[in-house]
DNA sequence: CAGAGTTACGCCCAACGTAATTATA
DNA sequence: TATAATTACGTTGGGCGTAACTCTG
């Protein structure tokens, strides 16, 4: 058993919808229902009834789902004490983006970069490409996702330019 | 940060080797050193004081380690619950072995087995081939490994065989 | 036939092991 | 020189995504 099934678990128990789950997790529905399928062979337990295409939380899963809670709130928790009271000073990443990249691009680079930068905060700005490059000459952004017509930047290198380090730019042409 | 990283702590920590603890996880030594280190880099701090080629548990790391061991334990306990209140009524494997094969054959599949099948219990004979052999065909096995002179059972063969069910017998040719 | 869940299949990265490197007693 | 930790590098298995399939309203 591992985290991310943990993880995703509490989110289909709650949206009771693989789909709507896969959505707000940022993963393929079947790599959702799967995952699932791995954690109930693994517990040699059913946690969903399927009964005619729709999921509901069978009794164990019930009984599972407060547990589940409380082992991804423990260990967030006992992560987050250990970086304030020993981690280093934190520093934030300020990155400007367009709402259409978000999703694709924004949301996953963001989530790995804060993976492997953990001492670091990340604070999102959406603002007109124009302003981010304003602002990214002023010093006031860290990074931008802009690109106009086609798009630009492709996530592998946003994230290896914010994986180097924080207060990178990404070149003007792009 | 994922359960298998707070075990490799775990272990590290009790043993203050990386060695002794990758012999005890199953695992190699640089194994066990880069998860360390990448847990590390995830928490954003140092949980060993490397001084002169020893490990010493740093005051992050003290403070870490009770809180690691309690969610594994957690963890433990909500699995294992959910398991006898819910799950299916359990299967024993009936396992011989020759002491030999024991880390590089049995412990793996095994391991492997019990995260598959978790509604199953093994139980491991250590037992000459001749006598592996009887209980076979008597039934109080339900597989072995044995193999006198070249190892013929390899590790894929033995993990898929046990695999598919319990109550399997490896063929006796083998 | 539109929508939801599962199965099939190929790809890719993260974790692994082997080998080489560095440092200590 | 033996031992213990780290670094380098090639390999592989687990998880993911695309596509195909099944079932329901």
Tied chains: 1, 2.
Excluded: N
């Amino acid at each position: 058993m591992e985290f991310h099934q943990i993880r995703y678990f509490v989110a289909v128990a709650e949206e009771l919808s693989v789909s709507r789950a896969a959505e707000r997790l940022h993963v393929t529905q079947p790599a959702l229902s799967r995952q699932i399928g791995v954690l109930e062979g693994e517990l040699g337990v059913e946690l969903f009834e399927r009964i005619r295409k729709r999921m509901y939380l069978s009794e164990a899963g019930r009984w599972f789902l407060p547990r589940a809670r409380q082992l991804l709130c423990d260990a967030e928790t006992a992560v987050q004490q250990v970086r304030e009271r020993f981690g280093a000073a934190r520093l934030t990443m300020r990155l400007g983006f367009l709402p259409v990249f978000l999703d694709d691009l924004v949301a996953p680079a963001v989530r790995e970069f804060r993976q492997r930068h953990a001492g670091t905060q990340v604070s999102l700005f959406e603002l007109p490409p124009r302003a981010q490059l304003d602002r990214l000459r002023a010093r006031k952004l860290d990074a931008a996702v802009l690109g106009e017509e086609p798009v630009t930047v492709e996530v592998e290198t946003l994230v290896s330019l914010l994986r180097d380090q924080a207060g990178l730019q990404i070149p003007e042409g792009r």
